[in-house]
């Protein structure tokens, strides 16, 4: 990517804007959040309501992004009710979409709202070594000088190769040793019904994954790192002991699936 290359040539336009509400936090399993809504001022945009039967057939149907640079819940919403020249109530929201439900919590009012659309939005492409380099970007309307926009100044930490956390942790005993199991996800297109039967791909040039052990439930103090390249992993009563002094009844563990390109995927916090 030379220094003063165009990246990319847009015409259309983007719909996004500002959050005057608070996106309430959501600790819910993933189904519609039918009590949270949120307030949004999108300008000249426009937004429109879709079904539930719709939104669950197709992923990209009011799909949205609510957040901040570093923190970014996508979701859907059902319902878009008008309230004044470009303010909608936005409700019946399905909510942590693609991996984001580690962002379900934490909004604050006057964040961004973008609708997840292919107009008036591009990817720039990136090698992996350019990411985690601070870049300066232009954003120049057609047919006006490069003096004429002002610097964004953004570090593409590679998120979005990140691999999502997996879920179902679960432990069994014998003899003090405890194993530990779960189940891994894919940015990949998966199958989980049908007589097929249930296919996740791996989506990731090897499998690998980290495991922390915490010393307590407040999940800060990693007191051992496991690794295992399948989805089980034994921690021994022998570990447990140095660790703890005795084998544990319950322990608080954080598994990250591993990515080749940036590490560490998003983390599952689980006691077992």
């Known amino acids: 990517m030379p220094d003063g290359a165009t990246l990319s040539t847009i015409t259309e336009r983007a719909i996004f804007g500002t959050c005057s509400t608070t996106l309430a936090d959501w600790t819910g399993p993933r189904i519609f959040d039918e009590v949270s809504t949120v307030t949004v001022d999108v300008g000249s945009g426009e937004l429109s309501s879709s079904t539930r039967d719709a939104i669950l057939n197709d992923q990209s149907i009011n799909a949205y992004a609510i957040g901040v640079d570093g923190r970014w819940e ?3 919403f059902k319902t878009a009710s008008l309230i004044s020249t470009g303010v909608y109530i936005l409700s019946g929201l399905l909510r942590g979409s693609r991996g984001t439900e580690w962002a379900m919590t934490g909004h604050t009012s006057g964040e961004t709202f973008l609708l997840l659309q292919a107009a008036g939005m591009r990817r720039v492409p990136m090698e992996t070594g350019q990411l985690g380099i601070e870049r300066t970007y232009r954003g120049v309307t057609l047919g006006r000088q490069l003096d004429t926009a002002d610097d964004e100044l953004f ?7 990140k691999p999502f956390s997996p879920f179902d942790v679960r432990a069994t005993r014998d003899s003090g040793d405890i194993t530990l199991t779960w189940q891994r996800r894919s940015r990949l297109s998966t199958r989980t019904i049908g007589p097929l039967g249930i296919s ?40 447990q002991t140095t660790d703890f002094g005795s084998p544990q009844a319950t322990v608080y563990v954080g598994v990250y699936q591993l990515s080749a390109q940036v590490g560490r995927g998003t983390e599952l916090q689980a006691a077992a």
Request: charged letters at 15%; proline letters at 2%; zero cysteines.
């Open 74 to 76: 996508l979701g859907q």
């Open 155 to 161: 570090t593409n930490m590679g998120v979005g190769l």
């Open 200 to 239: 996740i791909p791996l989506g990731e040039s090897v499998e690998a994954y980290s495991i922390d052990i915490y010393d307590d439930n407040t999940y800060t103090t990693v007191v051992r790192t496991l690794t295992s390249t399948t989805t089980s992993v034994e921690y021994s009563s022998a570990d």
